[in-house]
């Protein structure tokens, strides 16, 4: 018998078990997929919610700017017709009751036709968001009065609007033109207005 066949035969079997231990390490220290995958897909989401964010930002904001275009785009010939609007009702106040009384049918006709135009502007320009400011008896407010003089009247207390010499108008939350106003002086200290009592009492916003 040849001694060959008598030598081990077990080295074949050792060396494929080294390749075997290399390749599962070399498979332990390569990144697994399924975890680079969910990394990808978590990038992948935070870019999705960003996007639908800004989306969502820019629909307020566009409808914001569309709703602001519709009550305030007016504000200029809003103001305009406002002029026109002070120049028939001081025409009608020049008019006194004696006068009036005194008017033959034509003229009542006439002066009819102008108060019922007037009234019929200033329902135009309510219903496109545009109203009276009426500050007569109210405390001053610098925001929505201008005003013009004082007047001494302790029946009231200081700080009150007396007089209303031209009146003012809103549009929308804005102020279209400040009521021109005397106030008074000389009365007591005017009360704090609701708006003013609560952020006092709560001065942190809580």
Same mark, same amino acid.
């Given at each position: 018998m040849n001694n060959s066949d008598n030598r081990p035969q077990n080295q074949p079997e050792a060396a494929t078990a080294d390749e075997a231990t290399m390749q599962s390490d070399a498979a332990a220290a390569a990144p697994k997929a399924s975890t680079s995958l969910d990394r990808e897909l978590a990038e992948y989401k935070d870019r999705?919610?960003? $996007?639908?964010?800004?989306? #969502?930002?820019?629909?307020?904001? $566009?409808?914001?700017?569309? $709703?602001?275009?519709?009550?305030?785009g007016i504000s200029a010939f809003a103001r305009d017709i406002l002029g026109v609007a002070d120049n028939m009702h001081r025409a009608m106040q020049a008019l006194d009751?004696?006068?009036?009384?005194?008017?033959?049918?034509?003229?009542?006709?006439?002066?009819?036709?102008? @108060?019922?135009? #007037?009234? @019929?502007?200033?329902?135009?320009? @309510?219903?496109? !968001?545009?109203?009276?400011? #009426?500050?007569?008896?109210?405390?001053?407010?610098?925001?929505?009065?201008?005003?013009?003089?004082?007047? #001494?009247?302790?029946?009231?207390?200081?700080? $009150?609007?007396?007089?209303?010499?031209?009146?003012?108008?809103?549009? !929308? @939350?804005?102020?279209?033109?400040?009521?021109?106003?005397?106030?008074?002086? !000389?009365g007591a200290k005017a009360a704090p207005s609701a708006a003013a009592s609560s952020a006092n009492d709560n001065p942190g916003g809580q």
């Open positions: 999705l919610l960003r $996007t639908l964010a800004d989306m #969502e930002n820019m629909r307020k904001r $566009t409808e914001r700017e569309v $709703t602001d275009a519709r009550i305030y009751d004696e006068l009036r009384a005194k008017a033959d049918d034509q003229l009542k006709a006439l002066l009819d036709g102008v @108060e019922l135009t #007037e009234r @019929e502007l200033m329902n135009v320009l @309510e219903k496109h !968001g545009v109203k009276r400011i #009426e500050p007569l008896n109210q405390k001053f407010d610098p925001n929505r009065h201008q005003a013009m003089f004082e007047m #001494e009247d302790a029946s009231v207390p200081s700080g $009150t609007v007396v007089q209303v010499m031209q009146a003012g108008y809103l549009i !929308g @939350e804005r102020v279209l033109r400040p009521a021109l106003v005397a106030v008074s002086k !000389g």
